[in-house]
């Protein structure tokens, strides 16, 4: 004789109802979504004692012929999908044709239905999956489901059961889930013959909030709504500073199914960083829509769990989304923490300015005379005169030439007391200064380089480099290669302001960034930083180099982003500038002045 047997539908549908049928909130789950698959608008749900004596579900939906409403008690039997290929474009909660099955072999089971355009509709009884009776019944349309003595055919079952308050508790935490996620259904809970909610069919979410959660919660609630990469992240989620002790309010649907999901969840918690306290967990309603077949919710079979195809991707695209919300709020809500720039800080200090607006400053340099080939000189029109007539081009400017600069510059620069009176500026970037010996003409934004980057050096080689945490944190995604290259120099990137830690895989988050670095730019920041460190310029040996680079880098953000100076803070930059061991030129070799001597002056105009 044969071992194996097949088993009977009845064992089947038991075992099944193990899976499906936890507790009595898993039917109310099931038979809620069987309700909002047929399109109610109304729904109703009455339970005793937590359900486990009585469960009642009613609703305005489509009703189910004479003929359906036997099929829907048989396994495996379900209108929403035909072949598995449906799977892929999943529309509706249901689709295993289990639930129906399942709650009749464990229970005492009554299905009351009617299609909305039949005269009269079908009852049918069923108790531990025997039909008890099967007959016409007068109903308006919709469907009506009553379950009682849950688990008497399993009495094992029973003993499983938590507290009334316990199991009363997992109910209405479902209802919550169904009315949230369905604003435009009304919802009805009751409890041992008293009502918990009814909801209007409502436009909004907050209103939804409001009628299930009340006032306090709903109003301190701010708005997430962003699209992306084939997604729509939408809802509410609490202010910053607002938590809760426990998860139990974050609440997160997919496709409007609301979801356990690790990585969703996560995402929230990790966005929240900095707005609430260390093992407090925050307030949200969220809801991310993206299409079927990027979500597969046929992991568990009560369908709480789903995964994501691309779960990265979706991670990356929901703390985006609430971190620009929580950024939005902190905005409009609070007075922004920012900062100042750091070149105006340092531009105010010690100003010294005589009412003429004249700038002196202590020293000045006596610049190298050097002889050079003015090329500019050619292109120089002189209105009246032919070309032939002006001077033969070898002309003597004090001039600086960086390249001699560089190298001996101590040799060259000698300071003596700068008397440099300001002028005025011209052409945007040049500050004009009457000297005792001829003209200065001044690239402040060259200056601001020189300047910057002898004090970007200076804070490397001693360690002492400034950074600033950021009021909230930058998610931000690279490839395979890139992560590792960063998590290996985490510590090389702390030495030079930027502080980044890894959550999740590939994913990171700017926490702090160098004091002198617009927070805005902290994204493109570290990526330049991956870049070099990619490409080999940059590495824990080289520190040298590395540190020059990395100055010369830095200089030229910051001076692209900075503004004109006042005159008095030109007169600091001066000062500042002539601090720095090489004066005369940029980090990258650009003059940062030149000087137009007296007598050249007199010789072009053909005095003396
Ligand atoms: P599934 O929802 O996975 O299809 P169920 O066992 O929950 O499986 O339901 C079986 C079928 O019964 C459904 O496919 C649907 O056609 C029908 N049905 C169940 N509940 C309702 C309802 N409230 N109104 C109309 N039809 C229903
Ligand atoms: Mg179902």
Redesign the pocket.
């Known amino acids: 004789m044969a071992k194996i047997s097949v088993l009977s539908d009845q064992v089947a549908n038991q075992i099944a109802a193990g899976e499906v049928i936890e507790r009595p909130a898993s039917i109310v789950k099931?038979?809620v979504?069987?309700?909002l698959?047929?399109g109610?608008t109304a729904i109703e749900i009455e339970f005793k004692k937590g359900g486990t004596s009585f469960i009642r579900?009613e609703?305005n939906?489509?009703?189910?012929s004479e003929e359906?409403a036997s099929?829907?008690l048989q396994r495996h039997?379900?209108?929403?999908i035909k072949d598995a290929n449906d799977l892929n474009k999943l529309t509706?909660?249901?689709?295993?044709?289990?639930?129906?099955?399942?709650i009749a072999s464990v229970s005492r089971f009554q299905l009351q239905?009617r299609e909305t355009e039949s005269e009269s509709g079908t009852d049918i009884l069923i108790n531990g999956g025997k039909v008890v009776h099967h007959r016409e019944c007068g109903m308006p349309p919709?469907?009506r489901?009553t379950i009682s003595q849950l688990f008497n055919t399993v009495p094992a079952r029973r003993k499983f059961l938590k507290t009334v308050a316990t199991e009363s508790a997992h109910i209405v935490h479902y209802a919550r889930l169904y009315a949230l996620a369905h604003p435009e259904v009304s919802f009805t809970l009751i409890d041992d013959g008293r009502t918990l909610f009814r909801t209007p069919a409502c436009a909004r979410l907050r209103d939804r909030v409001m009628e299930i959660f009340g006032k306090s919660v709903a109003g301190k609630l701010i708005e997430v709504d962003a699209k992306g990469k084939g997604m729509r992240l939408s809802g509410l989620i609490g202010a910053p500073g607002h938590s809760r002790s426990s998860r139990h309010e974050m609440l997160i649907f997919v496709n409007n199914r609301p979801v356990e999901n690790r990585t969703l969840g996560y995402a929230l918690i990790e966005s929240y960083y900095g707005h609430i306290p260390k093992g407090r967990y925050p307030v949200a309603f969220l809801f991310l829509d993206l299409s079927p077949k990027d979500v597969d919710v046929n992991v568990h079979p009560a369908k709480r769990e789903i995964r994501f195809r691309n779960e990265s991707s979706v991670r990356g695209f929901a703390v985006r989304a609430i971190l620009e919300a929580l950024q939005k709020s902190v905005e409009i809500v609070a007075t922004p923490i920012m900062r100042t720039a750091p070149i105006e800080k340092s531009a105010r200090l010690g100003i010294e300015i005589d009412s003429e607006n004249v700038v002196r400053s202590k020293r000045t340099p006596i610049l190298a005379s050097v002889r050079v080939e003015s090329s500019a000189e050619k292109e120089v029109e002189t209105p009246a005169k032919p070309k032939a007539m002006v001077e033969p081009v070898s002309t003597e400017i004090s001039e600086i030439v960086p390249e001699i600069r560089e190298k001996s510059n101590d040799e060259i620069v000698e300071v003596v007391d700068r008397d440099w009176h300001f002028i005025g500026w011209a052409q945007d970037d040049y500050a004009l200064y009457d000297t005792d010996s001829g003209v200065v003409v001044l690239d402040y934004k060259a200056a601001r380089r020189r300047v910057w980057y002898a004090r970007l050096l200076a804070s490397y080689k001693d360690r002492t480099v400034e950074s600033q945490k950021l009021l909230l944190p930058v998610p931000v995604e690279f490839d395979p290669v890139s992560s590792a290259m960063l998590t290996d120099n985490a510590e090389l990137l702390e030495a030079y302001g930027l502080e980044v830690a890894p959550f999740g895989r590939n994913f990171f988050r700017i926490e702090a960034v160098p004091s002198w670095l617009p927070e805005n730019e902290a994204e493109a920041y570290l990526g330049d930083w991956v870049d070099l460190l990619r490409n080999g310029s940059i590495s824990d040996k080289k520190t040298g180099p590395t540190q020059e680079l990395l100055a010369k880098h830095a200089v030229n953000k910051i001076v692209r982003g900075a503004s004109t100076p006042s005159a008095a803070e030109l007169g600091e930059l001066l000062d500042r500038l002539f601090e720095t061991n090489n004066p005369l030129a940029d980090p990258n070799g650009r003059p940062t002045f030149i000087e137009i001597a007296k007598s050249e002056l007199n010789r072009r105009f053909h005095k003396g």
């Open positions: 099931e038979l979504e069987n309700s698959d047929a109610s579900i609703d939906g489509c009703g189910m359906d099929l829907s039997a379900t209108s929403k509706s909660m249901g689709f295993r044709g289990e639930a129906l099955p399942s239905t919709g469907t489901m």
